[in-house]
């Protein structure tokens, strides 16, 4: 139970929450149409301000490297996600295998 509790600690579940808000702000960007719907664009950017502040509390208690490979990553995995599900953008198989690669070496960097 120790290695659970160990592995999903308050730190993760942070830079969770900030590559979500990173990722739900990319979204808004891009259905901000460049800004042209100017509260979708503002929204986004009030979005990662609030990604860096849960990114800087996740810091506290664990490694800058880890957390920001982390929230780089869960971040690409999502935005490409997004834009697959939402805007029908178009993935290759390969690019589904690097989203295993991402995730595989998420779970290592945050086990070392």
Do not use: E
Not at 68 to 88: D, E, K, R, V
């Amino acid at each position: 139970m120790q290695a659970v509790t160990s592995f999903f600690n308050l730190s993760l579940l942070l830079v969770v929450l900030a590559a979500a808000l990173d990722v739900l702000a990319n979204l808004l960007l891009a259905k901000s149409g460049g800004f042209r719907r100017r509260w979708l664009g503002f929204f986004s950017l009030a979005l990662v301000g609030l990604a860096f502040y849960c990114l800087s509390l996740a810091v506290r208690n664990m490694d800058l490297a880890v957390a920001y490979a982390m929230w780089g990553s869960f971040g690409i995995l999502g935005t490409s996600l997004g834009g697959w599900l939402f805007f029908s953008q178009k993935l290759r198989p390969c690019a589904f295998a690097g989203m295993g690669l991402l995730m595989t070496g998420m779970v290592l960097l945050h086990m070392s």
